[in-house]
């Protein structure tokens, strides 16, 4: 005893408003379910028959019954129909697989693997878990019909699950992964004061990773300190960020005069440097110079 249903199936060119069809298959006629004007049932127990729902109720589409202008029935030795208006692939189908429901785009399944309609693109299928309420996402691949890459939301939890890399929107960079400033002389310069001058002799580090809206950096460049006397070492931040709010943080400064101290990292609001300054505000004597330190910086 079985009813199977195959729901939102629609013909090109229907009226506007018109109501879904469903195509039913059915083990035994006592099965017939109420339906809506246009939906077809196949019932198996009945020499294979064929009904069409009208508003009277079921009736069949051949042995007497009413052949429908839209309906073509074959001359075979058994009969099959088909609809009379040339069809085109469907955009989005809804599958029953295995108590799942599965919204697709681009792509059908045949029952042992899926395939594409337009093979220049790849199909995408939406997947209900109905054990854990989960949403699974697959790309369905054109050329060998495989789902792929899947990633999944716990929709009782609200964890998502990705096998590969986050990225914010409009970002062409992801979370969590390390991001290398490749060395340039200007990064790191003098300002304020007399305006002497900064030369990076080695860059041991200078990288940066994001947390959502957070940005890590961490640097060490050694230099030396030539020219006038200056008060303020600055640098632009990586990728373009403009810090969101103030940040200050302790960083690592060891000159040839004073030797290694504790200085100030600060970054203003709106702001796309960073400030670094030596204890009590002591200016850059010349010689050796080496900063260190690592900050996080909203933007």
């Not at 198996?44 to 009277?56: E, F, I, N, V």
């Not at 129909?81 to 785009?105: D, K, M, W």
């Not at 002799?201 to 006038?228: A, C, E, K, L």
């Not at 970054?267 to 002591?282: C, L, M, P, Q, W």
Request: proline share 4%.
């Amino acid at each position: 005893m079985a009813v199977v249903q195959y729901s939102n199936v629609y013909r090109e060119g229907a009226d506007a408003g018109a109501p879904v069809t469903s195509l039913y298959v059915i083990d035994t006629q006592s099965e017939l379910p109420t339906g809506i004007p246009g939906d077809v049932a196949y019932i198996k127990d009945q020499s294979a028959m064929w009904l069409r729902y009208t508003s009277g109720g079921w009736a069949p589409i051949f042995n007497g019954g009413t052949v429908y202008s839209d309906i073509v029935i074959s001359k075979a030795s058994y009969p099959a129909f088909a609809l009379i208006e040339a069809g085109t692939p469907s955009v989005v189908r809804l599958y029953n697989i295995q108590g799942l429901a599965h919204l697709t785009t681009n792509c059908w399944f045949g029952g042992s693997r899926w395939y594409v309609d337009d093979n220049r693109y790849d199909g995408q299928a939406i997947v209900q878990s109905v054990s854990n309420s989960n949403l699974f996402f697959y790309r369905i691949n054109k050329d060998t019909g495989v789902a792929e890459g899947k990633f999944n939301i716990d929709m009782i939890s609200g964890h998502i699950g990705v096998p590969g890399y986050i990225y914010q929107l409009s970002r062409s960079y992801p979370n969590d992964i390390v991001n290398d400033v490749p060395f340039s002389s200007g990064n790191f310069f003098a300002g304020g004061g007399t305006g002497g001058i900064f030369t990076i002799s080695n860059q041991y580090d200078f990288h940066w990773s994001v947390r959502g809206r957070i940005m890590d950096i961490s640097f060490w460049v050694d230099g030396t300190v030539s020219g006038n006397a200056f008060d303020v070492m600055h640098f632009q931040l990586p990728a373009g960020i403009v810090a969101t709010r103030y940040t200050s943080a302790a960083v690592f400064i060891f000159d040839g005069t004073k030797g290694g101290a504790f200085g100030n990292l600060s970054i203003t609001i709106n702001d796309f440097y960073a400030y670094i300054r030596k204890e009590s505000y002591v200016a850059y004597a010349p010689g050796f110079c080496s900063l260190q330190g690592q900050f996080s910086v909203p933007f």
